[in-house]
C-alpha cells in the first residue's frame, strides 16, 4: 500500500515545496507594511472613544492585571470584542490576502485617515484628548500584540494561494513579512526583559527552569510534526531544531554570560561583527550547503548557528529597553524624549541596513546575519514608533482585544499554532478556492482571538514558570 495513504498529512511534500526557494518582496514594501499594521491599532485606538466605555460597570480602572474580570457588562464586552476584530484582525488579514497588490494605496489610505483625526484634534474639535497621557508601557504592549497578530495570521494564511508568495520566508537571501516572525519575538522580549528592567540576572539553574516551558514545548512540537508526518521545511531551523529551541537557546546563553545592561549594546554589537566575520569566511557556504552529516549539529545547523546572531540581536534589544524605557532618570521616560530616541533610532536602523545590504551581505534570516539583525530593528521599532504617535491622535486607550491578547501572549499564540495544524490536517490548503482560504482564515482569526477574550473575561493568565 502506498505510504500516503496511511499519512495524516499526505499533501506534505507539495506544501513543503510551496513555501521552498522562496526570494521575499522589497524593503519598501516591508517599510510600508511596517507602518500599516500600527496605523490600524491607531485607528481602533480612535473608534475605542464611542465603545469602550460601554463595557464596563463601574469597575475600577485602576485594577490589578490579575483580578477576575468580574464586574464587565458581558454583552458591552462581547460588542466591544467584535468590533475589534472587525477594526483589527479583520483588516491585518485582508491586507496580507485579497488586498496585498494595493499595499503602497493601503498606507497612503491609513495615513490620510490618521492625518485627519490628528488635525482635529490639534484644532480643537470635539475630540478630547491632551498629548502626553499615555505611558511607555502602553504603547510597548501596543506594539507586542500588534507583532503577534501579524505572526499568528501570517502562520496560517502561507499555506494558501491566497497569500503572496512574496510574504512567505524567504529560502536564503532577502526580505518579507515572515522573516520578521522570529526576530520580533526575540527583540519583543528583550525590549522589557528582567535585564532590561534592570533585575537581577538568573542564574543557570534559574535560567533553565524559567526556559523549561519553550523546551517542553520544542520537544512536543516535534514529536507531534513527526507524528503526523507534517511538512517542515528542513531549510528553516534544520531537521529537529524549532522556533522554541531558539527562544530558549538564546535564554540559556544570556544567563550563562552574564552582561550588565549598560554594555549589552557594545556587546551585542561584538557578537554581531564576529559572528558576520565569521559567516564571510567559510560559515556561510556550510550553512547554505544542502549537504547534512549524521550528528546533531549538522542535522539542525541552520537554528544552532543562528542563536549567535539572535544573542546578538537579545543584546542590543536589552540596552534599548534599559535606555528608552527603564532608564533611572525620569526625564528620559517621558514621551516625546522616549519618541524622539524611537524616531532616530528607527532613521539609523534603516539607514545601516540599506548600507549593509549594499557593501556587506543581503538580509538572511536563514543564518541570522548583521543585516538582517538591522532590519529586524529597524522595522520593529518602527512599529513602535508609529504606536507612539497616539499621543497627536484622539483615544490611544489599549483595546479590550489588545488587553486580553497581552495578558496572554505566548499562550496566544500556543493556541494559534496548534489550529493551524489543525487546519492543515483537515483541509487541503493548496487546492482550495480563493473565497474558502478567506473564510477560513476569518474564522481562525475569530476563534483565536475569541479563546483570548475568554480567558480575559474570566481573569485567566497562564504563566507557565
Keep these: 500500500m502506498d505510504s500516503s495513504m496511511k499519512s495524516f498529512n499526505p499533501n506534505k511534500h507539495l506544501k513543503e515545496q510551496f513555501v521552498s526557494n522562496l526570494t521575499g518582496s522589497s524593503m519598501l514594501e516591508l517599510f510600508v507594511l511596517s507602518a500599516i499594521f500600527p496605523m490600524l491599532i491607531l485607528l481602533r485606538h480612535i473608534i475605542g472613544i464611542c465603545t469602550i466605555d460601554h463595557v464596563t460597570d463601574d469597575t475600577p480602572s485602576n485594577k490589578k492585571d490579575t483580578t477576575t474580570v468580574a464586574l464587565r457588562n458581558r454583552r458591552g464586552y462581547i460588542f466591544t470584542m467584535i468590533v475589534d476584530f472587525l477594526s483589527i484582525i479583520l483588516p491585518f488579514t485582508l491586507f496580507c490576502t485579497v488586498l496585498a497588490d494595493w499595499t503602497y494605496i493601503n498606507g497612503v489610505l491609513c495615513m490620510v485617515v490618521l492625518l485627519f483625526f490628528a488635525a482635529s484634534q490639534r484644532h480643537g474639535s470635539c475630540w478630547d484628548q491632551k498629548e502626553g497621557v499615555h505611558s511607555l508601557s502602553t504603547y510597548v504592549s501596543s506594539y507586542r500584540v500588534s507583532m503577534m497578530l501579524i505572526t499568528c495570521i501570517c502562520i496560517l494564511a502561507v499555506d494558501f494561494k491566497i497569500f503572496p508568495r512574496r510574504y512567505a520566508k524567504t529560502e536564503t537571501y532577502g526580505t518579507s513579512v515572515m522573516d520578521m516572525g522570529v526576530g520580533a519575538f526575540v527583540f519583543a522580549n528583550s525590549f522589557v526583559s528582567r535585564q532590561a528592567r534592570g533585575v537581577s540576572t538568573m542564574g543557570l539553574r534559574s535560567a533553565l527552569s524559567s526556559t523549561s516551558p519553550l523546551l517542553v514545548l520544542g520537544f512536543a512540537r516535534l514529536v507531534t510534526t513527526t507524528g503526523v508526518d507534517y511538512q517542515v521545511h528542513v531549510g528553516e531551523y534544520g531537521v529537529h531544531w524549532n522556533f522554541f529551541f ?23 554589537s561584538l557578537v554581531l561583527i564576529g559572528y558576520q566575520v565569521w559567516l564571510m569566511n567559510g560559515l556561510n557556504s556550510y550553512l547554505l550547503s544542502a549537504e547534512r552529516g549524521t550528528d546533531i549539529i549538522s542535522q539542525n545547523k541552520e537554528g544552532i548557528y543562528s542563536i549567535f546572531g539572535y544573542w546578538g540581536l537579545h543584546l542590543i534589544g536589552v540596552w534599548l529597553g534599559n535606555n528608552v524605557l527603564f532608564r533611572k532618570n525620569a526625564n528620559m521616560r517621558t514621551n516625546g524624549t522616549a519618541r524622539k530616541q524611537i524616531w532616530i533610532l528607527v532613521i539609523f536602523f534603516w539607514c545601516l541596513t540599506l548600507i549593509l545590504d ?35 491622535i484622539p483615544g490611544g486607550k489599549l483595546s479590550l482585544l489588545e488587553q486580553a491578547i497581552n495578558r496572554n501572549l505566548l499562550a496566544f499564540f500556543i493556541v494559534a499554532n496548534l489550529l493551524t495544524g489543525l487546519v492543515n490536517l483537515s483541509v487541503n490548503t493548496l487546492f482550495v478556492s480563493p473565497l474558502t482560504a478567506l473564510i477560513i482564515l476569518i474564522a481562525y482569526g475569530f476563534t483565536v482571538c475569541a479563546a483570548a477574550a475568554f480567558a480575559d473575561y474570566k481573569g485567566i493568565k497562564l504563566k507557565f514558570w
Design 246 to 268: 531558539t527562544l530558549a537557546g538564546v535564554a540559556v546563553l544570556t544567563s550563562i554570560v552574564n552582561v550588565s545592561p549598560k554594555y549589552c549594546g557594545l556587546v551585542g
Design 358 to 392: 549594499r557593501f556587506v551581505e543581503r538580509p538572511s534570516r536563514r543564518m541570522c546575519n548583521v543585516t538582517y539583525i538591522t532590519l529586524i530593528l529597524a522595522t520593529n521599532l518602527q512599529m513602535l514608533g508609529v504606536i507612539m504617535l497616539s499621543d497627536y
